[in-house]
């Protein structure tokens, strides 16, 4: 059974959300990364950038397939992992810990509220 951390919030694209002070820090899923396989490259917005949620903010790049990421809040870039640049495999080892993907600083904090908690999830996952 697919690792689904009870801290954090979930998309239905199988987006996770840390909701840490004035940031958002923001990764794929354990289910995720396992039906996407080895992946090889991550596709990331620049700092800066506005993104909105449920809008794709980048791709991730596995062995058999691309997918897009999708945010799950609004808000603008703070900062990429840009550990993953060398080493985009964190994402399978540690999805939840070093393999995160970016950090946002949210603009509209009621959009919490549209996510998933695990429960929700896991059903979601079946």
């Known amino acids: 059974m697919s690792d689904i951390p009870s801290e954090l919030l979930y998309t239905k694209e199988h987006?996770?959300?840390?909701?840490?002070?004035?940031?958002?820090?923001?990764?794929?899923?354990?289910?995720?990364?396992?039906?996407?396989?080895?992946?090889?490259?991550?596709?990331?917005?620049?700092?800066?950038?506005?993104?909105?949620?449920?809008?794709?903010?980048?791709?991730?790049?596995?062995?058999?397939?691309?997918?897009?990421?999708?945010?799950?809040?609004?808000?603008?870039?703070?900062?990429v992992n840009e550990n993953l640049e060398d080493s985009a495999d964190l994402v399978n080892s540690d999805p939840y810990g070093d393999g995160w993907l970016i950090k946002i600083k949210p603009t509209n904090l009621n959009e919490k509220d549209d996510l998933m908690k695990s429960a929700a999830y896991k059903e979601l996952i079946g």
């Open 15 to 79: 987006e996770w959300a840390n909701f840490k002070d004035n940031e958002v820090i923001i990764g794929i899923t354990d289910y995720a990364q396992s039906q996407l396989g080895d992946i090889i490259f991550i596709e990331f917005p620049e700092i800066g950038d506005q993104v909105n949620a449920g809008d794709s903010f980048g791709e991730v790049e596995a062995v058999k397939t691309v997918s897009e990421l999708y945010a799950p809040v609004t808000g603008t870039v703070l900062e």
